[in-house]
């Protein structure tokens, strides 16, 4: 099984709104990715996970806020998001960093603020 | 640091003929190359990368490439393309240590394919 799920699929989201996107993996991978994909644009990443720490923030605004609550799962909790950070949102997970690992996406969140 | 070029923004093709989709790199380090592909509305999928060894690639939908370090290249290729290749192809390297296996992206090619 090499699927990486994500929950919603959609959101929209008023700017004082909080809600959050869900990341699962099933692997028994260790490192999980945050990425902001903008339309015809590549990912950029957000933050990296490995072993459940945090060990990369993309000089990321707090606004977004990265969790990762057991080795299987990762959140991104949303608060106060500006218009412009609509966006798709994928996770991605792979056996470790680094040394040319894998990385494999979920089909991502589509995310609009209004 | 390390850098990604992908030259092509946009390629269309007609059904059945063949492709290269352009990539080179750049990095001060010894890197992995990738290339992901990206359908409408889904998310990214690896087509083929290079670790070391050979330096041809293949996947199994029939795209292969080939690094070439002297021209830090990492072309990827398909000798007869199916309509449903049309998507976003990325480019993608990463390094071998420090924060360099981060995947470093470049700005991805359209690839139509039309009848």
């Known amino acids: 099984d090499t699927e990486v799920t994500q929950t919603p699929k959609h959101l929209v989201m008023g700017m004082t709104n909080k809600k959050s996107l869900k990341c699962e993996q099933h692997?028994?991978?260790?490192?999980m990715y945050w990425y902001k994909q903008k339309a015809k644009k590549p990912p950029e990443l957000m933050f990296v996970?490995?072993?459940?720490?945090?060990?990369i923030n993309e000089s990321v605004p707090s606004r977004f806020s990265p969790e990762c609550p057991n080795s299987s799962l990762l959140n991104l909790h949303l608060h106060a998001l500006q218009p412009e950070d609509s966006a798709l949102y994928l996770c991605?997970?792979?056996?470790?960093?680094?040394?040319?690992?894998?990385?494999?996406f979920g089909p991502g969140t589509r995310l609009l603020v209004l | 640091a390390q850098s990604v070029t992908q030259l092509d923004s946009q390629v269309p093709v007609f059904e059945e003929a063949p492709v290269e989709l352009r990539c080179n790199y750049s990095?001060?380090?010894?890197?992995?190359l990738f290339w992901y592909v990206q359908y409408p509305n889904q998310g990214l999928q690896l087509l083929l990368k290079?670790?070391?060894?050979?330096?041809l690639v293949k996947s199994i939908n029939g795209f292969e490439a080939e690094f070439n370090k002297s021209q830090t290249s990492f072309h990827l290729r398909k000798p007869s393309v199916h309509i449903s290749d049309t998507a976003e192809y990325f480019c993608?390297?990463?390094?071998?240590?420090?924060?360099?296996?981060?995947?470093?992206f470049g700005k991805g090619t359209l690839l139509t394919v039309n009848p």
């Open positions: 991605a997970s792979s056996q470790d960093r680094g040394k040319g690992e894998t990385q494999y």
């Open positions: 692997m028994g991978h260790r490192a």
């Open positions: 996970y490995s072993y459940e720490k945090l060990s």
């Open positions: 990095s001060s380090v010894s890197v992995y």
């Open positions: 290079y670790l070391s060894g050979s330096t």
């Open positions: 993608a390297v990463s390094g071998s240590g420090g924060s360099n296996y981060k995947l470093t």
